[in-house]
């Protein structure tokens, strides 16, 4: 809060990033402490305060906001993990006289016009942008004085053995891309301040590279394999994963709701006698499954 008024004061743009849309990630009951989850499959629903509901990120339902606790029917029900619209509520209230406070949660998403209105309005007064971090690309166009990561947990951000080079990668770029880059803050919050891999933003790229890549080839995850991910929508996929699982792949399930798994893969010979019979022309079924490999 301090860093942002401090950079507001002298003139220059603020962008609080989180990778969290709508108004909360967790409806909690301080009664009985459970969670509030989808009606339909138990999944966590991303929750919306105006529309007052809550969508499945599994599933996919739309859930009404309960009144009350659905286990024990208590009233006192408090919000967890708050998303992007909470967040710019708060920065109105703190900040709404000195500055523009901007919501942009799909920027990555904007025509070029939409985003030459967001630049020239940025022109005429200080803001605050809150959006993903996405926005970073703001940085390249306005003068931004402060980068605030607001949940900097990159474990919450994807499921993936890539996920913490892509956070680590993207936090660092944030400190060197765009106008001004050596004067601007980057602030972090983090349940587990200078901890892992927000140590190497201070000791820098290479240190990152050598304990993540060792890191990996303990793992046996690429570079020093391919991963091969797999994705087919129906009933096959199960299939496939035995027939993997019968020939001694290790099968690592992808992204809930995605239909695919991964696959570790070394040479290619097996996997593609494994996989044949699911490409055969008369195969009965709609579509053929999907590979896409990855070795980074
Ligand atoms: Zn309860
Ligand atoms: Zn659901």
């Given at each position: 809060m301090d860093e942002t008024f401090r950079c507001?004061?002298?003139?220059?743009?603020?962008?609080?990033l989180l990778d969290r849309k709508g108004y909360a990630g967790e409806l909690r009951c301080t009664e009985?402490?459970?969670t509030v989850t989808c009606r339909k499959c138990g999944?966590?629903?991303r929750w919306h305060f105006e529309a007052a509901n809550g969508d499945c990120q599994s599933c996919g339902e739309i859930n009404a906001w309960p009144e009350v606790c659905p286990s024990c029917r208590s009233?006192?029900?408090e919000i967890r993990n708050p998303g992007l619209?909470?967040?710019?509520?708060r920065a109105q209230e703190l900040f709404g006289s000195n500055a523009t406070v901007s919501l942009l949660p799909e920027y990555a998403k904007l025509g070029k016009r939409a985003r030459n209105s967001i630049f020239a309005r940025g022109g005429e007064s200080v803001s605050i942008f809150i959006g993903t971090r996405a926005l970073i690309s703001l940085c390249r166009t306005l003068d931004v004085g402060l980068v605030g990561w607001l949940d900097a947990d990159i474990e919450s951000w994807k499921p993936d053995f890539g996920a913490k080079a892509e956070g680590y990668r993207i936090v660092w770029s944030s400190c060197w891309i765009g106008n001004n880059a050596d004067t601007r803050k980057i602030v972090i919050q983090s349940r587990k301040p200078k901890t892992g891999w927000q140590i190497a933003l201070e000791a820098g790229f290479s240190y990152f590279w050598t304990r993540e890549l060792s890191e990996r080839r303990n793992l046996g995850l690429p570079p020093t394999c391919f991963?091969?991910?797999i994705s087919l929508k129906g009933e096959f996929l199960p299939?496939?994963?035995s027939a993997l699982e019968g020939e001694g792949f290790e099968v690592l399930s992808g992204p809930p709701g995605n239909e695919s798994l991964?696959?570790?893969v070394n040479g290619f010979e097996k996997i593609r006698r494994v996989l044949a019979p699911f490409f055969a022309v008369n195969f009965n079924r709609q579509e053929y499954p999907r590979l896409s490999l990855d070795f980074e």
């Open positions: 507001l004061k002298g003139g220059r743009h603020a962008l609080w009985c402490g459970r999944g966590r629903p009233r006192l029900l619209e909470s967040t710019c509520r991963l091969l991910e299939k496939i994963k991964q696959v570790k």
